[in-house]
């Protein structure tokens, strides 16, 4: 079955404990993002990558940070996680530029 | 990227057709207007996207008008599991961050009723 999986589903976590959401995706798209929801400020852009070695910032970059290492997986990296980064977490990828994106089921992540 | 407007929140009948409307009109020439929607906390999903034709899919149809400044998404038979947040997107379907770059606005709260 086509689908981008994301880990963990849900996580409470403390300030300043790295951590890692995984990302993977079995479809072979190129195209992989990241966004993050928030209450009243919708869905944004943290990262995205264009091909494996390929990543740039989207509209909330500060705080994370992103590799692509493999096409098939793209994590997110909270070096030191704050509360501020409390959201739910998505995962998105498109084999093309002008393609659908298939979204992850999300990540909900709480920083105490 | 444009901006959309939708309307906050609708209210339709199931078994009738929902009919969202979307404000697009500073879409420029080269930009895709997507729909997609997510039902509760879930994974947004991809519904439909055209350019300037109008589309049908299994799932609904997209009419764009001539100008390109409007659109309407039409889900013709709406049942109770369409009750979702549907968010109209215009993006840029060339250039790097054209590839990934969605900007979603707050969508339009869709319920369907019994």
Redesign the interface.
């Known amino acids: 079955e086509a689908q981008v999986t994301q880990n963990p589903r849900y996580l409470i976590t403390v300030t300043g404990k790295k951590l890692t959401v995984t990302c993977s995706q079995n479809m072979n798209h190129e195209y992989m993002s990241w966004y993050r929801q928030d209450p009243g400020l919708g869905l944004r852009q943290i990262y995205y990558s264009m091909n494996v070695e390929v990543t740039d910032k989207g509209d909330v970059p500060e705080g994370y940070k992103v590799s692509r290492k493999e096409k098939r997986n793209f994590p997110l990296i909270l070096e030191s996680p704050s509360p501020n980064q409390t959201s739910l977490y998505f995962c998105a990828s498109s084999l093309r530029i002008t393609g659908e994106l298939f979204f992850g089921e999300g990540s909900r992540l709480t920083v105490l | 990227d444009a901006k959309t407007t939708q309307p906050t929140s609708m209210d339709c009948a199931e078994g009738r057709a929902a009919n969202l409307p979307c404000n697009h009109s500073t879409i420029s020439g080269n930009e895709?207007v997507?729909w997609?929607r997510q039902i509760h906390?879930?994974?947004?999903?991809?519904i439909i996207?055209g350019l300037k034709n109008n589309e049908t899919n299994e799932m609904a149809s997209l009419i764009i008008t001539e100008d390109r400044k409007s659109s309407t998404l039409i889900l013709p038979h709406a049942t109770l599991r369409d009750t979702a947040v549907y968010y109209c997107i215009v993006r840029v379907?060339?250039g790097?961050?054209?590839?990934?770059?969605?900007?979603?606005?707050?969508?339009t709260r869709l319920t369907i009723n019994p």
């Open positions: 895709y997507y997609y906390s879930q994974g947004p999903q991809y996207h379907a060339s790097p961050q054209g590839a990934q770059k969605l900007v979603f606005g707050q969508g």
